[in-house]
């Protein structure tokens, strides 16, 4: 992290929002296009928003799985809805994707949908169809050659101290969210704290990107511009939430955590340490019966679900987690729209039961979440789709970058094992940037 210099405490300025959902939302478009009520702002009914005079290079979107990359850019229309559930956003997807395919030239790619989705799915959103989209395999561009015997990706180096890291203020939430825990208010809440840098000057996130891809192959890396100039939110997220292609679902949570060591038998020894870790498979368990239980609407028989029993161990450059590999076949009709609605946010960014998790992260929290722990991906006409879960990740504003990362905290956890976790996290997307600026 040479040259970056950290700009300040989280805590000294909690009411900072860390990236608010798109502000065009807040407000009713008139438009011509609204079906059922022309022009009529108040409609209960989806509206869209043409905008085929933006820039080319408005609504910067890239997003890239392990295997296919999505580049778009310009707005061909934005998506607008009255209530922001599941059943509401795929069908005003559904209209305005419909739309579109029935404007665009002859050769055009079918539109898609992408975007980011904030991590209180209640709030607006910030989904557009872009005017130009284009896929392209990923190609591994190679990775640094320390590795384990046993796992094939590279191990984190340890850190540099940044002056100011340590944050007073979420240590002191998570101990409050113990005690409130052990009161029995919640069985877990996941928290979140920020930080923010400055680098010398404008950074490159291309080559960012290209860093996080090098460290982090498995990973989905994205880069959105967000609305209103509030710049860029850049990361390379683990962790699939759900993925849908011809009515076949996929989704790969994440939950329970331990820092990857240099030494390969004491990173085999970590790994095994968490795999048999009462605490994380319990914190784990959180999530895969969460997901289980939203799924079921989504099935036509309890066959056509598999959530297996027992989790994997699924390495990333900096940690180790527990990962429940999901699978599911569909009802047919059913849109990825519907079931990301369904599922997030998930107990892996928020907590267990999610009410009482809410309540105690508006408690703790010094500022908002905005789209971190959000979700950012695609859609197309046919319910196809693939969101990944904003993890990993920072808002870039020229030279200045704010970062999150979070912890999920149970009966159990300590103040600072679960600072120490959020520090691992948070090198993620700090080492890239050390290695660009």
């Known amino acids: 992290m040479t040259g970056f210099t950290v700009l300040d405490d989280p805590a000294a300025h909690p009411t900072t929002p860390a990236v608010a959902p798109d502000p065009a939302h807040a407000r009713p ?13 108040d409609s209960a009914a989806p509206t869209w928003t043409p905008d085929d005079g933006a820039s080319p290079g408005h609504a910067e979107f890239r997003f890239a799985s392990p295997r296919t990359g999505l580049v778009a850019h310009g707005v061909r229309a934005r998506l607008d809805v009255p209530s922001w559930d599941g059943p509401a956003v795929a069908a005003a997807a559904q209209e305005l994707l419909a739309r579109a395919a029935g404007a665009r030239w002859a050769g055009e790619p079918a539109p898609i949908l992408v ?67 052990e009161d029995g208010v919640a069985d877990k809440v996941v928290l979140a704290r920020t930080l923010d840098v400055s680098a010398p000057g404008p950074l490159d996130r291309g080559a960012v990107r290209a860093a996080v891809r090098r460290a982090n192959p498995d990973a989905y890396v994205f880069d ?3 609305p209103g100039d509030q710049g860029h939110l850049v990361g390379a997220s683990p962790e699939l939430l759900v993925s849908v292609r011809d009515g076949v679902l996929h989704s790969h949570p994440l939950a329970g ?15 095994q340490r968490l795999l048999a870790s009462e605490k994380d498979l319990r914190e784990h368990a959180f999530v895969t019966d969460a997901i289980r239980e939203a799924l079921r609407a989504y099935v036509a028989r309890e066959e056509d679900l598999d959530v297996p029993a027992t989790p994997e161990l699924v390495a990333t450059s900096h940690l180790w987690h527990l990962g429940t590999p999901v699978t599911a076949r569909l009802t047919p009709g059913t849109s990825v729209l519907d079931v990301v609605y369904a ?31 959000g979700l950012v991906g695609w859609a197309d006409q046919a319910g196809n789709g693939e969101w990944a879960i904003v993890l990993r990740c920072g808002v870039v504003r020229g030279a200045d970058v704010r970062l999150f990362a979070g912890a999920g905290v149970v009966v159990g956890s300590t103040p600072e094992g679960e600072h120490a976790e959020t520090a691992v996290k948070f090198s993620t997307l700090l080492s890239a940037l050390g290695g660009v600026s």
């Open 29 to 41: 478009h008139r438009t011509a296009e609204t079906p059922g009520t022309p022009g009529a702002p």
């Open 224 to 226: 959105v511009e967000l």
């Open 343 to 373: 599922l997030h946010p998930t107990p892996a960014v928020c907590g267990h039961p999610q009410g009482a998790a809410r309540e105690l992260i508006g408690s703790l929290e010094p500022f908002d979440r905005g789209f971190y722990t």
């Open 257 to 271: 955590s331990a820092p990857r060591s240099a030494d390969p038998d004491e990173d085999r020894a970590t790994a």
């Open 115 to 181: 975007g980011a989705i904030p991590f209180d799915p209640s709030r607006p959103a910030h989904l557009v169809v872009p005017a130009h989209q284009s896929w392209h395999p990923v190609v591994s561009a190679g990775a640094p050659t320390d590795r384990t015997a046993d796992d094939p990706r590279p191990v984190a180096r340890p850190e540099p101290s940044l002056p100011g890291r340590d944050d007073a203020v979420f240590r002191a939430a998570v101990g409050r969210a113990v005690s409130r825990l």
